[in-house]
């Protein structure tokens, strides 16, 4: 979380200081101008009174503008922070923080934009209050004595409420981030929601209570908000009856002191209602700043440490796998993993159900880094999440995702590789231009792997990984796939990691590694042995 600048926020205190001044400075020529009988003859106060209040305005466009500047700056260059943040975190730690709860966090960013505002108000008000206390002194201390108990005492009503919402508050939130699950839900579990009313129905009364009890909350606290601003104005009544009834019976002021009191309150009456109309967002941006600084904390525990080493391109010929562990989770750990990956080599990795080939794949690409062993690459120990060993790798993921906007150093427009490369996967026929936003539309989930393909291939990496990649292809694809890309990224020295279920193109790989609880359990060369599938699925 970006820091609140010092300096900036000594400006704001100044120009605070400057303008309540001159606020002082008008409040004290009228005050004379309602008690002194002379104040006609005194043109100086007259001129000085309407220069008081131009300086006072020119100094409010300044210094509004100040703070819109600096608050703006603040809140997006916290956005910036974090969009930093989330790229330089781990997948393990993505993975546990959830996408509804970043999004949360996103939200909770946006109160900030009233952050500067506030504290400058806040500033104003009190300032404005102090001086014009001090004033009230000079006239009569113990007249002043009595009003400041009397503020205090509602101050202090204030404070006690304020902390009971702060904690109805900081539920609101935690009900808010409960309901962004469930809409999570929705969104990405909208065809399994369509075909089951049981699971739809159960969906929508956990939201419906959810969103009933944050309704009957936000408005307790909306209430309980709106009751303290009433009572400020009804708290300044009792004050006003003080000083005009109290206070002169028992010869505490005079009549002259009383009007200057009652001139001085009431101009301390608005800063006054401001800080307590301000109570709900000192709440809501006090629950916001807490839970940033503890999302920002969790990240920074699991920061993955920036790479400040410069991108080389490397000629890759051997990748190694020395003892190589990661603990998933307590009942799961891949390894350990003892494997060598040779320049222009087809493996095809296998396995069922959570038998570690999505987790290897992670470890594979750097995503995960190992708990212990070493990677090696070409014989030199590396680190899986070093931009020098990644830029070798192009990945398809099972779930893969293609981006809305283009990121890569490669334009298509007008690339003729790229038109090359939609002939061969035919979809030509598909996106009839070269444009980037027809290849960003939207795809069936076989299309999608195929355009990611293109993608992939456009990289020029030397090693691709593609997990499941055929699982999504018609007939005719996937056999299209084994028979046809293989050979040619064969041909083209690449080195294909695949995990694949389709047994009945096993012949086109090189090796095939099976693994089973984490473990590799076989790895068979095609070359040297007589390849059986009973060999692989039955032993």
Request: charged share 20%; net charge positive.
């Amino acid at each position: 979380m970006i820091k609140i600048n010092l300096n900036k926020i000594l400006l704001l205190i100044f120009y605070s200081l400057v303008n309540t001044l001159l606020t002082l400075g008008i409040i004290y020529i009228l005050n004379i101008a309602i008690t002194d009988e002379n104040f006609k003859s005194k043109n100086y106060l007259v001129i000085t009174f309407f220069s008081f209040i131009v300086y006072s305005y020119l100094l409010n466009l300044f210094f509004q503008k100040k703070i819109i500047d600096y608050t703006y700056n603040f809140v997006y260059d916290n956005e910036l922070f974090l969009a930093k943040k989330l790229q330089n975190s781990s997948l393990k730690q993505l993975e546990t923080l959830g996408t509804e709860r970043i999004y949360g966090i996103i939200e909770e960013m946006r109160v900030f934009i009233f952050l500067p505002g506030i504290m400058t108000n806040t500033l104003n008000s009190l300032l404005m209050i102090l001086l014009c206390i001090g004033y009230l002194f000079i006239l009569s201390y113990k007249s002043t004595l009595v009003i400041v108990v009397l503020i205090a005492m509602i101050a202090y009503v204030y404070f006690l409420v304020g902390k009971k919402l702060s904690k109805k508050l900081s539920v609101l939130r935690s009900q808010n981030d409960f309901f962004n699950k469930y809409i999570h839900d929705i969104i990405q579990g909208f065809k399994e929601l369509k075909i089951s009313e049981t699971r739809k129905n159960n969906l929508y009364n956990n939201v419906s209570v959810n969103r009933t009890d944050a309704k009957d909350l936000d408005k307790f606290l909306a209430n309980n908000f709106n009751a303290i601003n009433i009572l400020s104005q009804y708290g300044l009544y009792v004050v006003f009856g003080v000083i005009l009834f109290l206070l002169p019976a028992f010869g505490i002021i005079q009549a002259k002191e009383m009007v200057s009191f009652v001139t001085v309150l009431l101009f301390m009456s608005g800063p006054l209602n401001k800080l307590i109309t301000m109570q709900n967002m000192y709440t809501r941006t006090s629950i916001a700043i807490k839970r940033v600084k503890s999302f920002f904390k969790e990240i920074n525990a699991n920061e993955i440490e920036e790479k400040k080493e410069q991108s080389q391109v490397i000629d890759f010929e051997n990748l190694q796998f020395k003892d190589c562990k990661f603990e998933h989770n307590p009942s799961f750990g891949l390894g350990p993993i003892n494997l060598s990956i040779n320049k222009g080599e087809t493996i095809f990795i296998i396995g069922g159900n959570g038998s570690g080939k999505s987790t290897f794949i992670n470890l594979l690409t750097g995503l995960y880094s190992p708990s212990s062993g070493e990677i090696l690459l070409n014989n030199t120990p590396v680190q899986s999440n070093t931009p020098n060993y990644q830029n070798l790798l192009s990945v398809i993921f099972t779930d893969n995702y293609i981006f809305s906007q283009n990121y890569d150093n490669y334009s298509l427009k007008n690339n003729n590789e790229y038109i090359s490369l939609l002939k061969l996967m035919e979809l030509d026929k598909v996106l009839p231009d070269d444009e980037e936003s027809s290849a960003r539309r939207k795809f069936s989930k076989g299309q999608s792997k195929r355009m990611s393909m293109i993608f992939a291939m456009l990289e020029k990496s030397p090693i691709l990984i593609l997990d499941e990649w055929a699982a999504d292809q018609d007939p005719y694809f996937r056999k299209y796939f084994y028979e046809k890309l293989i050979p040619m990224f064969k041909q083209q020295g690449k080195t294909i990691i695949a995990v694949t279920h389709d047994d009945a193109y096993f012949q086109h790989a090189d090796r095939i590694l099976k693994f089973e609880y984490g473990k590799i359990i076989k790895d068979i060369s095609i070359e040297k042995n007589e390849f059986s599938q009973a060999i692989l699925w039955n032993n």
